[in-house]
Structure formats: C-alpha cells, structure tokens
C-alpha cells in the first residue's frame, strides 16, 4: 500500500447486538469502553471489539444482489459514509464521534448457515469487506459523528555495517537487497511501510546509538546486515542484544542448521534476532546470498511478530 494522507467520513449507524452471529439492530448512540461496545455481544478482551463497514460496500452489495439490507444487518457495529476502506492499514487509527480505534483486522469468516443474508443470496459483504478494530480511547458515537482515518506507517530501518562500503571502496548491495525483499513482502498487503537505510562502519558506539534512536523512536523492524562473524571488528550480535533484551533464538538457530547442512561456514555466523517493546530486530550476515537466505525465512513470522508485539492474537 502507499501512505495516504488523512480521510474523513461520518457515521451513518450504529448498531448492536445482544447475542453473536445475529444481525444488529440499529440505537440512538453507542458508548466505547476498554472492551468494546457497551451491551454489544462481540466486546471483550480481544482484538476484534469493534467492527465497520463502508455504506458503499453495502451499494454495491445491493446492485449486485438485488437485496435491500438495513444498517447492522451484517453484524457491523458502525455504519460508515464516505470513507475509503480500501485505504485503511494494520494498526492504522480511526477517530470516530468521541472514542479513538485501531485497526487489527480485516475480514472474517463468514457465519454460513448462522447468515440470513448469506442464507438467502450465497454471499455477505463483511467477510471480504469488513473492519474490526479494538478501543484505544472509549467515548460516544453516533449517526453524523464524523470519522478520521489516520495511516501509521510500518517503519522499517535497514543498517549496513562496513567498514570498507563506509569509506567508499566498493557499494553496499545488501542493504539496498534487503529493502527490495522487504518491499516485495509488503506489496499487497494492508500496511503503509516507511523503508529508510543507513550505512556505517564497524562501530559499536555507533551501532547502539541508532539502535537506540529507533527503538525509542518506535521503529517496527530493524534489519542489519554485516558484522555477524568471528573476526575481531565483527561487533553486530553483542551490540544488538545489548539493546534488545529479549532473544527470538530460534529463528537463527533454524537457518544456520538449514543452510550449514551444505554451507558449513553457515555455522560460523552469529547472527541474532530480538525484541525489545513493540521493536524487533534482525542482525544478518553481509553478503546478499545470506540476505537472501536469512531474509527468506525472517519474512515468513515478521507480520505475526508484529501482531504479537501489539497484543493482537491472530490464533
């Protein structure tokens, strides 16, 4: 996804339901808390507490389908009016009347037979089309509440270590591969990813301060690259984990055993991967056929990663 600037639409209802898997029935207002929708049956401690859809995906549904439908008749707690959904990220918020959201999901399963509309036509709109988010900020909404979509973007901060790429005696090429690894992961997917690069030499000092930074500063991933062996200005795992507290071991432990099993040298690498808050961190070999292996494998849990990191069980 690009980065889109803020949008607004309005609410056109709200709705609840006492009971799951039952169409909701539209209400005056609706009150936000820490769990959800106050009297709705889909509140609690969990990442779905809220769910929206778009009044114009309810239109096309009903030219397609020839079926009227009432607000709430898809489970939707909040009807929205003029919003683009299809712009909407992962963690991205929405400020809606008084209560603030954030975005945790999107699409479900479809309840089948428990469906009337999918009972009576074969096909319901909020499986591919719906929202779910959970409360950050509780408060009132209601018909004509304005809504607010604020992106997040997913940052990500890329870190070549090299003392000779840093004085200019050859060009960095695995950084600039992991980047493109990276970008190809996220094409199509529900995020607003922010990729910045940064080389330095074997600097240990160095190294830590903008680890630091970005940890600090809410960086969601931070790939380095270089400084992972035995040689003696080989500084990347010891600094990382001095900032990253808490080891994600097997991770590396399963490449190098995949790799090293036809690339003994594979063994001799020390790379970690760690987190620390909502910030993971991944420290790589240099060369770009160890990016491509490690990355190959990094890429297949970073999404959940970042779900755990963010309290979100996506089980």
């Given at each position: ?30 009150v ?66 008084q ?56 940052r ?90 808490k ?19 594979a ?28 990355m ?19 089980h």
């Amino acid at each position: 996804m690009s980065n889109p600037e803020s949008s607004r639409g309005e609410v056109a209802s709200v709705n609840v339901s006492s009971v799951k898997g039952v169409p909701k029935s539209p209400v005056e207002r609706i009150v936000l808390n820490g769990r959800g929708v106050e009297g709705d049956a889909h509140a609690g401690a969990w990442h779905r507490q809220v769910s929206l859809l778009g009044e114009e995906s309810i239109g096309r549904f009903v030219e397609q389908t020839g079926r009227q439908t009432e607000p709430g008749e898809f489970a939707e707690n909040i009807t929205v009016r003029g919003l683009d959904f299809a712009a909407l990220g992962m963690l991205d918020r929405i400020q809606v009347g008084q209560a603030e959201l954030e975005v945790t999901q999107f699409g479900k399963d479809c309840h089948g037979s428990r469906c009337a509309i999918f009972e009576q036509v074969g096909k319901c709109v909020m499986p591919s089309e719906g929202v779910f988010a959970r409360v950050v900020n509780g408060g009132e909404v209601k018909p004509g509440d304005a809504v607010l979509h604020r992106p997040r973007p997913l940052r990500v901060l890329i870190v070549t270590l090299s003392d000779r790429a840093a004085a200019g005696e050859y060009e960095d090429r695995s950084g600039p591969h992991v980047r493109r690894l990276v970008e190809e992961f996220l094409a199509g997917k529900r995020w607003h990813p922010r990729i910045e690069s940064v080389l330095i030499g074997d600097d240990a000092a160095r190294l830590r301060a903008i680890l630091l930074e970005a940890r600090e500063a809410g960086v969601d991933v931070i790939v380095t690259t270089g400084g992972t062996g035995v040689g003696p200005r080989d500084i990347t795992p010891e600094t990382v984990l001095s900032v990253f507290d808490k080891p994600i071991p097997g991770i590396m432990e399963n490449i190098r055993v995949k790799f090293g099993q036809t690339k003994p040298n594979a063994l001799l690498s020390r790379s970690v991967a760690a987190v620390a808050g909502a910030t993971q961190c991944y420290a790589l070999p240099g060369s770009v056929r160890a990016v491509e292996e490690y990355m190959g494998e990094i890429l297949k849990t970073l999404e959940h990663v970042i779900f755990m990191l963010h309290g979100i069980d996506t089980h």
